[in-house]
């Protein structure tokens, strides 16, 4: 089975500044790696995933995910903020068939 | 653009009702499923189903059950409603095929109070 640890749960930022969501996963078996996303009163979008090749995947607006094997962990970045990014932030994984197991999420409150 | 949609946003019951949750996606999508979602928790999922009138108990179907009489509609049934079920239910859907690859795509969620 998998389990997924979102290390923080609320993460205050300042508009323009960068930020860093960090997510660990335990697995025994390869794995596939999802960041979503929930705006406030929304259900959850996909904003980036990691399937194989390249280990740093980069999403439409500006955030990046790196996948480290060794430590297990698909930490999500982004170099600036915008007002628009406060939401709660759910990294996942899935093995095979079409589970997904979810961390805890993150909310990132982005201050003027 | 693929639609999921939840028949209510809000529902307030009262324990010991039973209680429908209704999801209807319009991209001919195999897969579906029922997750709840609690502060610090994430999302957990309650049960999915890959074919009409087939499911699989998640990792919490205790309380609940589900029913797929067409592909396109999967719903999420509270026998006698408690007031530990007060939470957000989401339901998603995901193409067809499968793959671990493949996104699953979200309805915005019915936050139900049981009082």
């Known amino acids: 089975a998998q389990s997924v640890t979102q290390l923080d749960s609320q993460v205050p930022v300042f508009e323009e500044a960068p930020v860093e969501l960090r997510c660990n996963y335990s697995?025994?078996?390869?794995?596939?790696l999802f960041w979503y996303v929930q705006y406030p009163n929304q259900g959850l979008q996909l904003l980036l995933k990691?399937?194989?090749?390249?280990?740093l995947v980069e999403s439409i607006n500006g955030f990046e995910a790196e996948f480290n094997k060794s430590q297990t962990s698909f930490h999500l970045r982004k170099p600036s903020v915008h007002i628009s990014d406060t939401a709660e932030y759910f990294c996942?994984?899935?093995?095979?068939?079409?589970?997904?197991?979810f961390g805890g999420g993150t909310r990132v409150l982005v201050k003027p | 653009d693929v639609k999921v949609t939840q028949s209510s946003r809000y529902l307030v019951k009262r324990t010991g009702e039973k209680v429908f949750l209704e999801c209807v996606q319009d991209?001919?999508?195999?897969?579906m499923f029922w997750y709840r979602q609690d502060p610090g928790l994430g999302l957990r999922l309650i049960y999915f189903?890959?074919?009409?009138?087939?499911?699989e108990k998640g990792d919490i179907p205790e309380g609940y059950s589900v029913s797929r009489e067409k592909k396109e509609r999967f719903s999420l049934i509270l026998e006698s409603a408690s007031t530990n079920q007060t939470s957000m239910y989401l339901c998603?859907?995901?193409?067809?095929?499968?793959?671990?690859?493949?996104?699953?795509?979200f309805g915005p969620g019915t936050r139900l109070t049981v009082l």
């Open positions: 189903s890959y074919d009409v009138k087939m499911k």
């Open positions: 990691y399937l194989s090749g390249s280990t």
């Open positions: 998603a859907s995901s193409p067809p095929g499968g793959g671990a690859g493949r996104e699953q795509f």
């Open positions: 996942a994984v899935k093995a095979a068939g079409n589970k997904l197991t």
């Open positions: 991209m001919d999508h195999e897969n």
């Open positions: 697995s025994s078996v390869s794995v596939y």
